[in-house]
């Protein structure tokens, strides 16, 4: 029913930002709350960031908060996820996902992204 695809990955040094984007397909993309979640090597996939259908709530997980910012543009079909004062242990493949609850567990999320690379380095 959705079909998301992330960009904006990529090698940033610690300190530095980055915007990653999500762009999903489909006419019904303001009906599904959508997140970031992240999967570093060898660690567990893990909650990032989550905005309810409206835009009008957001989650933020602990371990980013205050650094990074999620947002969309229902007009647009996309989603972003605002990366700053970034930690080599930001390092990870990032996920987009979309469901009809919004939430912060990946078992709510029946549709996901391919993932983009980010890359922090000291």
């Known amino acids: 029913q959705v079909q998301l695809v992330e960009s904006g990955g990529g090698l940033v040094q610690a300190g530095g930002s980055l915007r990653l984007s999500c762009a999903a397909s489909?006419?019904?993309?303001?009906?599904?709350?959508m997140a970031w979640f992240r999967q570093a090597p060898g660690k567990e996939r893990e909650f990032v960031a989550a905005?309810?259908?409206?835009?009008?709530?957001?989650k933020v997980a602990d371990s980013v908060k205050g650094r990074f910012t999620i947002s969309r543009d229902n007009a647009q079909n996309t989603m972003h996820l605002q990366m700053s004062s970034l930690k080599p242990e930001d390092t990870a493949i990032y996920y987009c996902?979309?469901?009809?609850?919004?939430?912060?567990?990946?078992?709510?999320?029946?549709?996901w992204g391919q993932g983009t690379q980010v890359t922090v380095s000291s």
């Open positions: 996902a979309a469901s009809t609850t919004y939430g912060y567990s990946g078992r709510l999320y029946n549709y």
């Open positions: 489909g006419r019904t993309f303001r009906s599904y709350a």
């Open positions: 905005i309810s259908q409206s835009g009008g709530s957001t």
